[in-house]
T-cell receptor
Framework: DQQVKQNSPSLSVQEGRISILNCDYTNSMFDYFLWYKKYPAEGPTFLISISSIKDKNEDGRFTVFLNKSAKHLSLHIVPSQPGDSAVYFCAASAQGGSEKLVFGKGTKLTVNP | GAVVSQHPSWVICKSGTSVKIECRSLDFQATTMFWYRQFPKQSLMLMATSNEGSKATYEQGVEKDKFLINHASLTLSTLTVTSAHPEDSSFYIC?????????????FGQGTRLTVV
């Protein structure tokens, strides 16, 4: 049973436009959510996180939105840049983030110049 | 951000031999380290969780006698793949978290590409 789902395996956007990556979860115990970016043959790099006490967290071009009632979160990248092309993983954890991370399958983002 | 160093970044070994992968937290104390495995076009699959000074907790389906994990200090964890077989070829990634600190995000090593021939 997949507790964290990223239903879009890939996304393609034009440079300068907004990229929106979506993530759904099923476990109501999850209360801490993270986004990671991964290039091929490298380890994931932490991008941004959000606790369930918030519904939005912003860091530069990256904003994460959390809709607890819908068990849905999204990552917005504005404006998108070619260097943002990578696989983005959504991850969730319980107990304020102290439990193990459960990852989605990832969404491959391609930003076209 | 915090730095986690994983070594080696790639290794080729013969079937039947053992391979050790190291994961070090360079600028923080990693109370917990996680070992993941990633198959092509798949998500990161957690293999085991290790807390410093205690035995690792393995996920269902992961053979603990085959994947030996040691977390002897707050800055070092090792994963040893024993009697490696070609089906063990994969990308292995460690991550470390400092649960005593303010941030609970995990920081990842660079990953190790293991090829068993």
């Amino acid at each position: 049973d997949q507790q964290v789902k990223q239903n879009s395996p890939s996304l393609s956007v034009q440079e300068g436009r907004i990229s929106i990556l979506n993530c759904d979860y099923t476990n109501s115990m999850f209360d801490y959510f993270l986004w990671y970016k991964k290039y091929p043959a490298e380890g994931p790099t932490f991008l941004i996180s959000i606790s369930s006490i918030k519904d939005k967290n912003e860091d530069g071009r990256f904003t994460v939105f959390l809709n607890k009632s819908a068990k849905h979160l999204s990552l917005h990248i504005v404006p998108s840049q070619p260097g943002d092309s990578a696989v983005y993983f959504c991850a969730a954890s319980a107990q304020g983030g102290s439990e193990k991370l459960v990852f989605g399958k990832g969404t491959k983002l391609t930003v076209n110049p | 951000g915090a730095v986690v160093s994983q070594h080696p970044s790639w290794v080729i070994c013969k079937s039947g031999t053992s391979v050790k992968i190291e994961c070090r937290s360079l600028d923080f104390q990693a109370t917990t380290m996680f070992w993941y495995r990633q198959f092509p076009k798949q998500s990161l699959m957690l293999m085991a969780t290790s807390n410093e000074g205690s035995k690792a907790t393995y996920e269902q389906g992961v053979e603990k006698d085959k994947f030996l994990i040691n977390h002897a200090s707050l800055t070092l964890s090792t994963l040893t793949v024993t009697s490696a077989h070609p089906e063990d070829s994969s990308f292995y990634i460690c991550s470390a978290r400092d649960l005593w600190g303010l941030n609970t995000e995990a920081f990842f090593g660079q990953g190790t590409r293991l090829t068993v021939v």
